[in-house]
């Protein structure tokens, strides 16, 4: 799977891209890859550095947390959903020396993924064209669903009490 190449047909599957033409696809797409997780394999531990966005293709992932020795799932994602926030952010937390995963995600069951570089994707927001124009909206539309994903995930904790990843 890691040798087959991402097309912009690929990307506009996912709501970032949707709808965007090929031209402005193009290169993003020359720079992604595809990944496959077998089930429970982890694609990143929070505290690595961070490098790459992802989506998910098929499968499912957990963003885990560790918490009093446990550890607490905050966020289920599935097909279409974006991970890798914090890889976008040009510098990481004071003293860390770049971007750091802010989670461990995990996989459950079998699991596709389409990955890109969080560089080439902030290049493409800089260029100033109507496409990163778009892309900055829906960025900040995907950031404030999951952030309501979260606040319900936390609610329910409140609730049941720690939701643990097995």
Do not use: K, N
Request: hydrophobic content about 45%.
């Amino acid at each position: 799977m890691a040798d087959e190449m991402v097309s912009a047909a690929d990307l506009r599957r996912f709501a970032l891209f949707a709808g965007l033409p090929d031209a402005d696809l193009a290169g993003l797409a020359a720079a992604a890859g595809r990944r496959g997780l077998s089930d429970r394999e982890v694609l990143v531990t929070r505290g690595e550095p961070a490098s790459d966005v992802w989506w998910v293709v098929a499968g499912r992932l957990t963003l885990s947390i560790e918490h009093d020795g446990r550890s607490v799932v905050v966020m289920t994602l599935g097909p279409g959903d974006m991970l890798g926030w914090s890889a976008l952010r040009e510098e990481g937390p004071e003293g860390t020396g770049g971007a750091r995963a802010l989670t461990t995600a995990r996989s459950v069951g079998a699991t596709e993924l389409v990955s890109l570089p969080a560089g080439r994707l902030r290049e493409a927001l800089e260029t100033c064209t109507p496409a990163a124009r778009t892309l900055v909206r829906r960025l900040l539309a995907i950031a404030a669903a999951d952030l309501e994903g979260t606040r319900a995930q936390l609610l329910r904790l409140g609730r049941e009490g720690p939701i643990t990843a097995g």
